[in-house]
């Protein structure tokens, strides 16, 4: 289990770095309550983003993305809002879920996608 964890965190330390790259500011990382986890909560410009980070050693088990389906989407929204409730000096603009996959057997060089406003 620890070679995974390590996994994910070596993964959400890319997307960071991704996201940072491309401008975006990241406003909360892991945040958890009774409901479960968030990732990343980060602004691009006025949208507030809620971004899920998925990383896999190969495609194995599927693409990354494929993880994400429509139950796991209900659950990141629910998330969402619940961060919003409790963060409200951050709460305005438009809010979105983005994926951001990872494929490699090293996060820091594997290939990564960034999938925006997940629908």
């Not at 958890?32 to 990343?40: K, P, S």
């Not at 990564?112 to 629908?119: I, T, Y």
């Given at each position: 289990m620890?070679?995974?964890?390590?996994l994910?965190?070596?993964?959400?330390e890319r997307a960071?770095?991704h996201l940072?790259?491309?401008?975006?500011?990241?406003?909360d990382?892991?945040w958890?309550?009774?409901?479960?986890?968030?990732?990343?909560v980060?602004?691009e410009g006025?949208a507030?983003?809620f971004?899920?980070?998925k990383t896999r050693?190969g495609?194995?088990?599927?693409?990354p993305?494929d993880?994400?389906?429509?139950?796991?989407?209900?659950?990141?929204?629910r998330?969402?809002f619940a961060?919003?409730?409790?963060?409200?000096e951050t709460?305005?603009?438009p809010?979105r879920?983005?994926v951001?996959?990872i494929?490699g057997?090293?996060?820091?060089?594997?290939t990564?996608?960034?999938?925006?406003?997940?629908?």
């Open positions: 620890a070679a995974k964890d390590d994910g965190r070596a993964g959400e960071v770095q940072t790259s491309r401008g975006y500011r990241v406003l990382r892991n958890r309550c009774a409901q479960g986890e968030l990732d990343i980060a602004r006025d507030l983003c971004i899920e980070v050693r495609n194995g088990f599927g693409h993305f993880a994400v389906d429509e139950r796991k989407r209900r659950r990141l929204w998330l969402a961060w919003v409730s409790t963060h409200h709460a305005s603009g809010m879920i983005d951001i996959g494929i057997p090293d996060p820091a060089t594997g990564l996608e960034h999938l925006v406003d997940l629908r």
